[in-house]
């Protein structure tokens, strides 16, 4: 009867083996082996199992404890409300993550398009008949007419999703 009743109880309460034996400063085996019948707890260690699960000695010696479903389905709400509010957490960091990921990329943006106004387009003063030069201008050349056309649209999508973002935190 004690193995039930550490058992049921254990469970009532929400209670893994190792966290009992933590609770108790002993190994997992000892609680797995009081439970499965094989060895039962010295005087010293009853009286700290009752008062680790929060039930008299006398109960746990007692009749057989039967499982509570109050108390499983509680343990159970309890654990969910707990994960919960950890994805609820996650998602938040993400949102937050994302926003100033998108401001940082507005930021790129803006600083991009002002060292294209800053340097005034060099390439069309660069000499192309030196090979090293023209492949560099030709390159920048492409990267400028790109990013002209692009940017703009690139930048206001971005700045709209962290709007969007933003007002929902």
């Given amino acids: 009867m004690l193995s039930e009743n550490i058992k049921a109880i254990r469970k009532s309460k929400g209670l893994s083996q190792q966290e009992l034996a933590v609770k108790l400063n002993v190994v997992r085996?000892?609680?797995?082996?009081?439970?499965?019948?094989?060895?039962?707890?010295?005087?010293?260690?009853?009286?700290s199992l009752s008062e680790a699960l929060?039930?008299?000695?006398?109960?746990?010696l007692g009749e057989t404890v039967l499982e509570s479903e109050a108390d499983t389905i509680k343990t159970i709400s309890e654990?969910?409300?707990?994960i919960n509010l950890q994805l609820a957490q996650r998602k938040t960091l993400r949102r937050k993550i994302l926003f100033?990921?998108?401001i940082s990329f507005c930021?790129?943006?803006?600083?991009?398009?002002?060292?294209?106004?800053?340097?005034?387009s060099p390439y069309l003063g660069w000499d192309y008949s030196n090979p090293e030069l023209a492949v560099a201008g030709a390159a920048f050349h492409v990267f400028?007419?790109?990013?002209?056309r692009v940017a703009?649209?690139?930048?206001i999508a971005v700045?709209?999703?962290a709007f969007l973002i933003g007002r929902k935190e």
């Fill in 159 to 161: 700045i709209i999703g």
């Fill in 54 to 60: 929060g039930t008299p000695v006398s109960t746990l």
């Fill in 79 to 82: 654990k969910l409300e707990i």
């Fill in 152 to 155: 703009p649209i690139i930048l």
């Fill in 29 to 47: 085996q000892t609680i797995s082996k009081w439970e499965q019948g094989l060895s039962v707890p010295d005087s010293d260690l009853l009286i």
């Fill in 144 to 148: 400028e007419w790109g990013f002209v």
């Fill in 107 to 120: 930021a790129t943006i803006v600083a991009a398009a002002l060292f294209l106004i800053a340097v005034n």
């Fill in 100 to 102: 100033w990921l998108l």
